[in-house]
């Protein structure tokens, strides 16, 4: 698999919702009472720059999952960034042990059912697509015109 451009996610959305079902499937074998997942994508980029020129360019992908059990009025959560079942199987047992080691909380909510969220899309393509050389060029313009009037620029473009 080639490594992801600026603007392509690490997973599809089918991918993603089999991460889920693989979680909810483990979690119900592990005993969970109830279980929650929450995946969370990321792609950042940025550049810094001090005394009028670039320092550090900074490039991440990466994938967090979030698993909280309920189990006997007792809850946790533990996390993996890695999707193999080993490892979700793992987050599951950490999570419930973790739980298990709680004192029980008769007040606990049961966790709401599965939902249908509202697609929200708070993606800029334009923003996405910016590559280090177009970060570099917008930081070249600010510490020029920083040095032409004898001041010092510093500050980071993501």
Known sequence: MSSPGPSQSLHSVRDLGR??????????????????????ETTDALTR?????????????????SIRTATDGRTA???TNRTDEDSLRGAIEASLSLAHSQPRDPRLLPMPGRQRYRSVSRFVAQTAALMPEDRARAVRRVCDLAGRRGQVAAGIFA
């Open 19 to 40: 991460i889920v079902e693989n979680v909810l499937r483990l979690a119900k074998l592990a005993g969970a009472g109830e279980t929650e997942v929450h995946i969370d």
């Open 49 to 65: 720059f001090a005394n009028n020129g670039i320092h550090q360019n900074v490039a991440e992908q990466g994938l967090t999952i």
């Open 77 to 79: 959560r533990a996390t």
